[in-house]
């Protein structure tokens, strides 16, 4: 089989392996091993520095011994915690807890939907999977005295209905990008725009008739927040997001296969269009429990593994646990940043990931235009 760029150091070389082939991908040009321990050593070193830094930063002051016998009060003993403690064992652990878990929730769901898409500009949030999500979450919010099942309104419903709304959304750009069992990347992409366009209308007609109490909500909640972070939610959060995070790990050398298409990976013996299916369920449940949860944070998914790419090679192997470390401490420094900036109070996470991964993106846009050139 003659592959394109099958190079001995190209990234179509290390691709051709058999799924079960369990040897050591070739490192791409330029990319020496070294580079490899350095870059895990930096994200595991930047989500611990990031996690610590949460804990101990706002307008109370909290030491490290506070936070360390916090942490060791909260697991070991009941009697009742002083002014430090309870601060960081009831709002700044669960918090730097939840930051983290949705931070790599959506920088997996990103990787995901790049390596299924085979675009590096493709995200949860520009497909309109987190449009979904957000309309399922916000009709939950205006009409929840209708629904027959607003009793159970609190850490349950409100993701479900997020997960639902994102899935909707992610089974009809798939249908439509589908052609006799064969899916067209290319469309499924414009079907994911025009979706988004159509659910964010919806979602502003539905902002539109909401009471003056739900649009203060529905306003807060649409720039992302963290604020309201607690141990039911984060409960929660282990089973739509961990769960899933743990389980796509397993789906590397699918994404790695795809990248040289549909009907090579076919080749290699991958049931194609099962695993993807599941693939863009999972990243549904993720971007949906993170819209849920925290509302909409955009450029996680988009920034977060296109950086990676450009650093460790093309190797989801790599690049999916990369992108949950880079992914939570890149959220945990935002809301810390958000906490602390205009104290005591707070900036939504939203705008502060919008204001600044956006510039960010754009730069990455101008050095690979420039590229091509």
Same mark, same amino acid.
């Given at each position: 089989?003659?592959?394109?760029?099958?190079?001995?150091?190209?990234?179509?070389?290390?691709?051709?392996?058999?799924?079960?082939?369990?040897?050591?991908?070739?490192?791409?040009?330029?990319?020496?091993?070294?580079?490899?321990?350095?870059?895990?050593?930096?994200?595991?070193?930047?989500?611990?520095?990031?996690?610590?830094?949460?804990?101990?930063?706002?307008?109370?002051?909290?030491?490290?011994?506070?936070?360390?016998?916090?942490?060791?009060?909260?697991?070991?003993?009941?009697?009742?915690?002083?002014?430090?403690?309870?601060?960081?064992?009831?709002?700044?652990?669960?918090?730097?807890?939840?930051?983290?878990?949705?931070?790599?929730?959506?920088?997996?769901?990103?990787?995901?939907?790049?390596?299924?898409?085979?675009?590096?500009?493709?995200?949860?949030?520009?497909?309109?999977?987190?449009?979904?999500?957000?309309?399922?979450? +916000?009709?939950?919010?205006?009409?929840?005295?209708?629904?027959?099942?607003?009793?159970?309104?609190?850490?349950?419903?409100?993701?479900?209905?997020?997960?639902?709304?994102?899935?909707?959304?992610?089974?009809?750009?798939?249908?439509?990008?589908?052609?006799?069992?064969?899916?067209?990347?290319?469309?499924?992409?414009?079907?994911?725009?025009?979706?988004?366009?159509?659910?964010?209308?919806?979602?502003?007609?539905?902002?539109?008739?909401?009471?003056?109490?739900?649009?203060?909500?529905?306003?807060?909640?649409?720039?992302?927040?963290?604020?309201?972070?607690?141990?039911?939610?984060?409960?929660?959060?282990?089973?739509?997001?961990?769960?899933?995070?743990?389980?796509?790990?397993?789906?590397?050398?699918?994404?790695?296969?795809?990248?040289?298409?549909?009907?090579?990976?076919?080749?290699?013996?991958?049931?194609?269009?099962?695993?993807?299916?599941?693939?863009?369920?999972?990243?549904?449940?993720?971007?949906?429990?993170?819209?849920?949860?925290?509302? +909409?944070?955009?450029?996680?998914?988009?920034?977060?593994?296109?950086?990676?790419?450009?650093?460790?090679?093309?190797?989801?192997?790599?690049?999916?646990?990369?992108?949950?470390?880079?992914?939570?401490?890149?959220?945990?420094?935002?809301?810390?940043?958000?906490? +602390?900036?205009?104290?005591?109070?707070?900036?939504?996470?939203?705008?502060?990931?919008?204001?600044?991964?956006?510039?960010?993106?754009?730069?990455?846009?101008?050095?690979?235009?420039?590229?091509?050139?």
């Amino acid at each position: 089989m003659i592959v394109e760029n099958s190079t001995p150091h190209g990234p179509a070389f290390m691709l051709m392996h058999r799924p079960d082939d369990h040897a050591s991908p070739a490192a791409p040009d330029g990319f020496r091993p070294t580079a490899s321990v350095l870059i895990w050593s930096g994200c595991v070193a930047l989500l611990l520095c990031a996690f610590l830094v949460s804990l101990l930063s706002g307008p109370f002051p909290v030491s490290l011994a506070d936070a360390s016998s916090a942490i060791t009060h909260f697991l070991f003993s009941s009697e009742p915690a002083n002014n430090a403690q309870w601060v960081v064992a009831e709002l700044r652990l669960p918090r730097a807890l939840l930051a983290a878990l949705i931070g790599a929730g959506l920088g997996v769901a990103g990787c995901i939907t790049q390596g299924v898409f085979r675009n590096p500009l493709a995200d949860p949030g520009l497909i309109g999977v987190s449009g979904g999500a957000a309309l399922a979450a +916000v009709s939950v919010i205006v009409l929840s005295g209708f629904l027959p099942l607003s009793a159970l309104t609190g850490p349950v419903l409100l993701p479900l209905a997020a997960f639902a709304g994102a899935l909707a959304v992610t089974w009809i750009i798939y249908r439509l990008g589908t052609r006799q069992g064969h899916t067209q990347v290319a469309l499924m992409l414009l079907a994911g725009i025009a979706v988004n366009v159509v659910v964010g209308a919806a979602t502003g007609l539905l902002t539109f008739v909401a009471d003056d109490d739900q649009l203060r909500d529905l306003v807060f909640w649409s720039m992302g927040s963290l604020a309201h972070g607690s141990w039911p939610e984060l409960l929660a959060l282990l089973l739509f997001i961990l769960l899933p995070v743990l389980l796509v790990m397993r789906s590397a050398r699918l994404l790695n296969a795809l990248m040289l298409g549909e009907a090579v990976a076919g080749h290699l013996g991958f049931d194609v269009q099962r695993q993807r299916r599941w693939l863009l369920a999972a990243a549904a449940m993720m971007a949906g429990a993170a819209v849920a949860v925290a509302g +909409v944070i955009g450029f996680i998914g988009l920034v977060v593994p296109h950086v990676l790419r450009l650093l460790s090679g093309p190797d989801h192997r790599i690049l999916l646990p990369l992108s949950a470390l880079t992914g939570a401490s890149l959220l945990l420094l935002a809301d810390t940043l958000c906490r +602390v900036i205009i104290a005591p109070a707070e900036l939504p996470v939203g705008l502060m990931m919008a204001l600044t991964g956006g510039p960010v993106f754009i730069l990455l846009l101008v050095r690979q235009s420039r590229r091509w050139l």
